[in-house]
């Protein structure tokens, strides 16, 4: 079965960095887009990243860009999500997600904190 696990958040203080990992199981990975969705309590789930299955292709959101890079090792199924100068807004359950023959399969997230 499906299965995405994510790894690597934490407690970080305003500037810091973080790189968040998402490990996949169940899937011919290396067929699929991979995309980060993040949630902020009483928010929306918010489209962070996503990338190609090639990799050629990739998007951020509008407050994402410049500070985070999202990439993908197909030969070991993961794909990550670096975070640079993260700011209090950043705060957030971070999520990976793939769509596969139209049924999104979700991680179970991963907490990410920023504050001094």
């Known amino acids: 079965q499906v299965q995405l696990v994510e790894s690597g958040g934490g407690l970080v203080q305003p500037g810091g960095s973080l790189r968040l990992s998402c490990a996949a199981s169940g899937f011919t990975f290396s067929s699929y887009t991979m995309i980060w969705y993040r949630q902020a309590p009483g928010k929306e789930r918010d489209l962070v990243a996503l990338i190609s299955s090639d990799t050629r292709t990739t998007n951020y959101g509008d407050s994402m860009k410049g500070r985070f890079t999202i990439s993908r090792d197909n030969a070991k199924n993961t794909v990550y999500l670096q975070m640079n100068n993260l700011k209090p807004e950043d705060t957030a359950v971070y999520y990976c997600?793939?769509?596969?023959?139209?049924?999104?399969?979700w991680g179970q997230g991963t907490q990410v904190t920023v504050s001094s």
């Open positions: 997600k793939v769509r596969i023959r139209g049924y999104d399969y």
